[in-house]
Structures are given as C-alpha cells and as structure tokens.
C-alpha cells in the first residue's frame, strides 16, 4: 500500500458492520482513518409525508413501525403529543404500563447492543451470551403486548392492553434473572483485558464536544452531559419514579459500554417500583376522532437517545403536519468527529456504540416488482389484501386467527 | 512405490487429512458453540458446506489476476499437506526425514500465509487487499516468538530433525516440561497463523467483509477452508511432536491413540482461546507478540540454552 | 414566576415585538413566532444569552403562502423553546444556524430536499436524505406534492 494516500474504502451501504443501509466511505492511509464522508437517506420511506394522509390512529401504528427496536418509544411520543393537543387526561394506569413497556423495551434494546458490540470487536461469545438473555426481555414482552416487536399497546388515550397479577409475577421473576446476569456483564465488561483493550481510548467524545455537537443518550451520558429526557421532562409515570441518571467520566466506548450496562440496573428498578406502585383504574381514554387544531412537541428518552415528535393538528381526523426526529440523527456529526485519526478496525464499534438505527434515521414507500423490473408503488389497500393473500396461501387463515384471539380474550 | 503412492494419497496422505479436517472442523465448531451456549452444527455439517462450496458457481472478479488468484488456494493446500509428512506422528520416524527438517516443515507452514496474501492481493478488493496486508503484518509478529520457541526446542535435543528429537525426548522422558512455556507461546502464535480470533485481524468481519477471502467462492473457497482445516492439524500435529514428545515409542495402535489426544488437546484449546477473547487491532496484536511473546521465548531460549549447558 | 414566566417577561422587555406573542401551552412548553427579519437577533439572544444550547431539531412547514420553520431549542432541565419563523414559498431564503449548532447541518439538508428551502451558508456536501437522481424542482412534503403524479 505505498501509494495509499487516497486509499478509500466504501463501508455501506452494503457491509457486514451494518445491520442497515447507510453508507460511510473511509479515507485511509494505512489502517488509519485520515477523513469521514457520510451518506445518509438509503431508507427513507417517507413515513412523515404518508402521516399527513392517514388518521390519527392509524398514524400511531405507521410510527410505530419506523423501527423495529424503538417502537415503543416512537409510538409513544407521537401518542403524547397527539393527547396533548386534544387536551386527554391519560389514566395513571395507563402511563405506568406505558412506562413499564418502555423500560422492557429499553432493556431489550441495550441486551442487543451489547451483543453487537461484542461482535463488533470480534467477540462472538458475548454476542450469543447476550442475545440469549434477550429473549427472557422479548418473551415478557410478547406475554404483555402479543408481540416480540412493534408492539401496539399504544393508542390514543392510553393503552391497548391491562396487565394482571399473573403477569406481574413473570415479570418480576424475569428481572431478577435479568439482574444477576447483567451483574455478570458488568464484571466481564469491565474486567476483560482485550474488551477493555478494544473499547478503551476509542471513539474519544470530550464533554464539551458533546455538548457542541448535540449528542443525545448514552453517547451524551459517556462525556458526563446529564441528559436524559426522562428526568429532564418527564413524560408518561417517570416523574413519580425515583431512578439514577447514569453518566460516566470515559468519554470514550468503554464509557457508553459502562453506562448502557448500568442503565439496565437501573431499568430492573424502574420496573419494580413501576409494578409495586401501579395503580388501579382505567387503562385508556375514549380519544376523539378528529383532533382540534394545535401543536404539540412531545420529547421521549429512547434506549438510544432523545426522541423529537412535533404534531401539528389542523381539526380534521389528518394531522397537518408530523415531524420525527430520531436520536440517531442527532449523533451522527458526532460520529463523524469520533472517526477521525482511528484505526480502520476501530470504525465498526465506534459505528455501533452510538447505537445507530438507521430506519429511524431515514423515514417513501417503493417496492420493488421483480416480475416486471421497474419500481411500482403500492397503495395501502393492495398491500394489505396481498398480505392476506400471500399468508392465506400458506394456510394462514387470519380470520380465524381474530376469532380465535376474540375468544381468548372473553376468557380472561 | 506403490506403498510410498499410498502414504501420499491414501494414508496418512491427503484423504486421512481431509477426513481429519472435516472431524476437526467440526469438533471446533461445536465445541465453539457448545461454550457460547449454542447448539452448534450436526456432525456432517462440515462436509455439507465442503459438497454445497464445491457445487457452487465460481465467480472470478473481472480485474483480478485469474493464474494468480486461482493458484493460491492450491499452493496453500499442497504445502499443508507437504509439510504433514515430516512430522512424527504416532511413531518416531515420520514418513519422510532427513537432518534440517524442522526447518522446512516450519517454512512450509508458512507458505499458505503467503498464498493467501497472493491470492487476496490479485483479485483486487479492497477489503482483500487490507486482509492481505494485514495477513502479512501479522505474519511477521507471530513467526518470530513461533520459531525461537521451536527452535528452544531443538537446541535443548541437539538436532534439527524431528524424528532425532522425537528420540532424544524419548530417552528424556520429563524433559518435555520444561518446554511448556514454548508450547504456550507456540500455541497463541499459532492462533495468529490459523487466523483465529483474537487474531483473526485478517478477516475481520465487522471491519473488512472478509478481508483477503471476501472474492473467493465455489470450489477455490472450498479448497481454501479446507486448507486452513489441515493447517490446523499439521499445526497442531507440530505444536504436539515439538512439544508433547511423548507416546512415541508405544505400539502402534497405542501410539495413534495418543496422537488422537494430543491433537485434540491441541484444537480444543485453540477453541476455547478463540471463544474467551475478542479481536486485537492489527496494533496490538503485534505490540503484544514482541513485547510479550518475542521476550518469553528468549527467556525460553535461554533457559534451555543453560540446561543444555550444565546437565546435559 | 415560574422560570417559563421569567424567560417570557425577559424576552419581551428585550424585544417589544415579541410582547404578547409568546405563549406557555404547558410546563416546560414556549411557543413564539418572529418574522424572518428579526429571527436571527431572537435566535442568537435564546442561544448565546439564555443558555438554550441544545437544538432538537429544525421542523419545516408548508403553510399555503409561507413555509414555516420551527426551531426547537432545549435547555437543561427539560425546557424547550419553539422558535418559529416563516418565509415566502417563492423565495425560500433563509440563514444557515450551522455556526450555533453544528448537528443543525443534517436538519438544514432535510429541509432544502423535503420543503425547497434555499439554506444560505450551508456547506458543500451530500444531499439528505433524497437520492442522489431525485428530480429538481420535486419537493416530497410541501402540500402540493402528490406522490401518484409524481410517478406519472
């Protein structure tokens, strides 16, 4: 490589350190990173411009569906806002079950990341190990919601689904497995001489570039910046729980390592306390259809940062205007300004320990048709009746399934 | 002749080593899994993949080097197996020996590192291209503390031919442990040849796809996967011969179950390093062969160059 | 006074066009609207002089004559100011806040794909987050856009 002073390397869009398409083209003297060029945009589906032309309900499960990690979070925050312009009391019960779903769904996020920052740095082990426990998270959360994932206990108003004794009893007895296992990933995360080697001095963000470049979450939290929505602007049950903002003096990987695996401490907490204090009551209110004219910015602390959602209500059953602001976004000059003067092998985890989701990032509906080459655009009702189609062929019949779930629910 | 034609092709030859390499191959990754809490792949799961790679379209990229990057794999391949013959296994004398043998069958594992950096360098990927030179760096960390270890080895038995060291060591029988700590060194600068983490640097996923493989496919990737499956064995069958010179001078029968032990002794460990540590930078992998290795096999080197001195 | 109340009377005793149009929807909530002349001199004393030192995000509006942008500022604990300014949709001009908020870069390029805003100051780089052979002229979230025709 003698003539490698303008040596680039394209990571993306397609490239095994991303789950997602984005692209990031290196410039490389020797292993050394000498300039970042980030492209962004290879997922946006246009979900704010189709918000503008579906109702507000079906609108929570569109945003619901911007990511498959933060689903909770982004439908929540859009849900908040659209109950503050319509002025909604949202029962107590209903904001401790929200945050209940939001803490698990925190978990379960940060479970994910640890697992991928292990295979990051090329320690598969912890990858397995890690993701092995996120199915007791994912589990809990298909028994309260019915889903692994988007999990659709949001509505307008409150939630979808009341949780019983029964219920609790599981959850409880999975956070205390949760609990000593997380207490082993701290150990190990911590104590292991090539992690450390590997996540130490890396990624390097000092506390006043973080505040400079706007960075939002744990990568915020790992330079010391106390931020955190949660007790800065507490939405949903937060305000009534006491829990601990995590930072860490590290400013580097190893720092955003210490403060997600600490947070999970923190989330077993939240959960008990959520769970201890969860009060009786209704679990929603009935929410108009259409939704008097107003604004709304509603903020949320979601596992990878702050969440922006900004209403706008014109008094019809549409929304005039929603705008989503993921924090992936909002850490993405901070990227930048990590990446310069590494190392090439130092990229992938400097990447991934700002957790970045991409889909949340980009918001177009375009689908492909292979049989005829060029790009077609479905509408609504097509995809949804070719869903039913496509499982119907398989012998999925949904509308036994719905009978069935009816019948299941006027059991309990 | 025919006899010497059947060492070479049938036993122990190329289709004991394959056979070997599948059964390695195997208890690796099942092992591999098996400590990350996996289920890990059926036993004939290697020789699926080897039939499915070996069936597949072989896709050559239309600016590489075609003589160059179709070579590689075969040359790495050949040399694995070459090198195989020298070492005693389960008897005293390999199949093939004269005096300077330990430094050939110490070359001709080099050589598949060198191929591999041809092969990656000539089909032109960038990601191949930083594999490459990285499969390089790195040979250059982990050959030296390889070497003077082995060579400890040998300066403590008087010889440079396997089979006179198999012999000395036979007539020693508890001299072998004070090479223990060459065995450990050897072990993690074998790590390096074999391209297993925490020094699978050259292939790093998350970093460069697949770093000087990422081009290859169909029967040249299979030919290339087969070659580190026998390197690990002729790695491990030297690591046991140099180190572990013991069971040599049983029975036939006896002697080959022990050869088993050892070699498996061998893979296993290497396993369990590969699941207990994350991947090194490039960096630290060589800080840490000549500022930790290199030393530790002098101290080695020293330490039989003064026993060989006053006791022997 | 509650400090919303603070920011409102500190706001208007400098700036007497700003009387009576700062409004409080809830705790920790300020709305206000300056006209594109005054925004930047509003702007810079919110920033600089009243310690908002955190952009959450620019959003852009199309509002039939005007495209309305909101930038929402956030201050330590949990305040946001939603600092609203309009422009005329046939001369979309306004100033790059890249010198206060370097992350406004990225909502800045959201705003010239999806709204048609010309960002003055902005730098040189890739588009976001359209693709790079999306027709001129094609602005996704103004009203007036509908994605049917625009396949046609």
Redesign the interface.
């Known amino acids: 490589m003698h003539d490698s002073h303008d040596f680039k390397i394209p990571v993306g869009p397609q490239h095994p350190a991303l789950k997602e398409p984005e692209s990031f083209s290196l410039a490389l003297k020797g292993e050394k990173i000498m300039g970042v060029d980030i492209r962004l945009g290879y997922n946006h589906r246009g979900i704010e411009k189709a918000c503008e032309e579906r109702s507000y309900i079906q609108d929570v499960y569109l945003i619901e569906r911007i990511c498959g990690i933060c689903s909770h979070a982004h439908s929540t925050c859009f849900v908040q806002a659209v109950e503050e312009i319509a002025g909604l009391a949202v029962p107590r019960r209903a904001l401790y079950i929200r945050t209940l779903v939001a803490e698990l769904e925190r978990i379960h996020s940060h479970l994910l990341w640890l697992g991928v920052a292990g295979h990051e740095i090329g320690f598969d082990t912890l990858l397995m190990y890690a993701w092995r426990d996120r199915e007791i998270v994912m589990d809990i959360l298909a028994l309260l919601t019915g889903n692994r994932v988007n999990y659709g206990i949001n509505t307008i108003g409150g939630v979808r689904r009341d949780i019983d004794a029964d219920e609790i009893q599981q959850i409880l007895k999975a956070m205390d497995t949760l609990e000593e296992r997380t207490k082993y990933y701290i150990e190990v995360v911590t104590e292991e001489t090539t992690i450390i080697e590997r996540l130490a001095g890396v990624g390097v963000l000092s506390h006043d570039d973080a505040l400079r470049l706007d960075a939002v979450g744990p990568t915020a939290r790992a330079s010391e910046v106390k931020r955190d929505v949660r007790s800065d602007d507490p939405y949903a049950a937060y305000g009534e729980i006491p829990f601990n903002v995590i930072t860490d003096n590290h400013n580097d990987v190893y720092g955003r390592t210490v403060v997600r695996v600490k947070e999970l401490m923190e989330a077993y907490q939240i959960i008990r306390f959520a769970l201890k204090n969860l009060p009786e009551g209704p679990i929603e209110v009935k929410a108009p259809r259409k939704i008097p004219a107003g604004e709304a910015v509603s903020r949320y602390e979601a596992p990878r940062g702050e969440n922006v959602h900004y209403v706008k209500a014109n008094g019809t059953e549409n929304p005039e205007r929603v705008k989503v602001r993921a924090p992936t976004l909002a850490n993405v000059q901070a990227v930048k300004h990590m990446l310069k003067d590494r190392f090439l092998a130092d990229m992938s985890i400097v990447v991934a320990a700002i957790d970045p989701c991409f889909s949340c990032t980009d918001r177009l509906i375009s689908i492909k048709n292979l049989d005829n080459a060029d790009t077609k655009i479905i509408n609504w009702e097509e995809i949804h009746s070719y869903g039913i189609k496509w499982y119907a062929e398989r012998g999925v019949d949904f509308s036994d399934l719905n009978k069935r779930f009816a019948e299941r629910m006027g059991n309990r | 002749m025919l006899l010497t034609l059947f060492n070479i092709l049938i036993f122990p030859g190329l289709l004991f080593l394959c056979a070997c390499a599948f059964v390695v191959e195997y208890l690796d990754r099942k092992f591999y899994a098996r400590l990350q809490n996996r289920v890990g792949p059926p036993w004939f799961q290697p020789v699926a993949d080897f039939i499915k790679l070996i069936a597949k379209e072989e896709v050559i990229p239309a600016a590489a080097n075609v003589r160059m990057f179709s070579v590689a794999p075969l040359v790495a391949f050949s040399a694995s197996i070459t090198a195989f013959f020298y070492i005693p296994l389960w008897k005293i004398n390999p199949l093939l020996s004269f005096t300077g043998d330990i430094i050939v069958v110490l070359y001709l594992l080099t050589i598949p590192t060198l191929a591999f950096f041809i092969g990656g360098w000539y089909s032109t990927s960038l990601y191949a291209r930083i594999g490459a030179v990285r499969t390089v760096t790195q040979m250059f960390a982990y050959e030296v503390p390889l070497f003077i270890s082995v060579l400890a080895v040998a300066l403590l038995a008087d010889s440079w031919s396997l089979s006179e060291m198999a012999l000395f060591y036979a007539g020693h029988p508890w001299l072998w442990l004070v090479n223990l700590m060459g065995f450990a060194i050897s072990l993690v600068a074998l790590l390096g040849k074999l391209e297993k983490a925490p020094f699978d640097i050259p292939e790093a996923e998350t970093e460069i796809v697949a770093g000087i493989f990422t081009e290859y496919s169909g029967k040249l990737l299979a030919i290339l996967r087969m070659s580190i499956s026998i390197e690990t064995i002729v790695g491990a069958s030297l690591l046991a011969a140099v180190f572990l010179p013991f069971g040599l001078a049983l029975s036939p029968a006896a002697g080959f179950c022990v050869f088993i032990i050892k070699i498996l002794f061998v893979v296993l460990l290497l396993s369990l390093l590969r699941a207990v540590f994350a991947r090194l930078r490039i960096d630290q992998m060589i800080d840490f062969c000549w500022k930790c290795l290199v030393p530790l096999a002098l101290a080695q080197l020293l330490l039989n160059l003064v026993l060989k001195g006053v006791f022997i | 006074m509650t400090t919303e109340e603070n920011i409102i009377s500190e706001l208007s005793a400098k700036f007497n066009y700003l009387s009576g149009k700062i409004t409080i ?2 705790p ?2 300020i ?1 206000l609207e300056v006209g594109l002349e005054n925004f930047l001199e509003v702007f810079d004393y919110i920033v600089k002089k009243l310690g908002f ?5 620019i ?4 509002e039939a004559q005007n495209l309305g942008f ?1 930038y ?1 500022l ?1 201050k ?3 305040l ?1 100011i ?1 600092l609203k300014t309009s422009v005329l949709k046939e001369n979309p001009v306004l100033k790059s806040v890249m010198e206060y ?3 406004a ?3 800045e390029r959201e705003l010239v794909d ?1 709204f048609g805003a010309k960002v003055e100051g902005l730098p040189q780089g ?6 790079d052979d999306w027709p001129k002229e094609q602005f ?2 103004r009203k007036d ?1 509908k ?2 025709e625009h ?1 046609k």
């Open positions: 929807q809830r920790r909530r709305y030192s955190h952009l959450c995000t959003t852009g509006l199309d909101i929402h956030a330590a604990p949990g946001l939603n908020f370097p992350s870069e990225i909502y999806l890739h588009r976001y987050p359209l693709t996704p979230l856009w994605l049917a396949k």
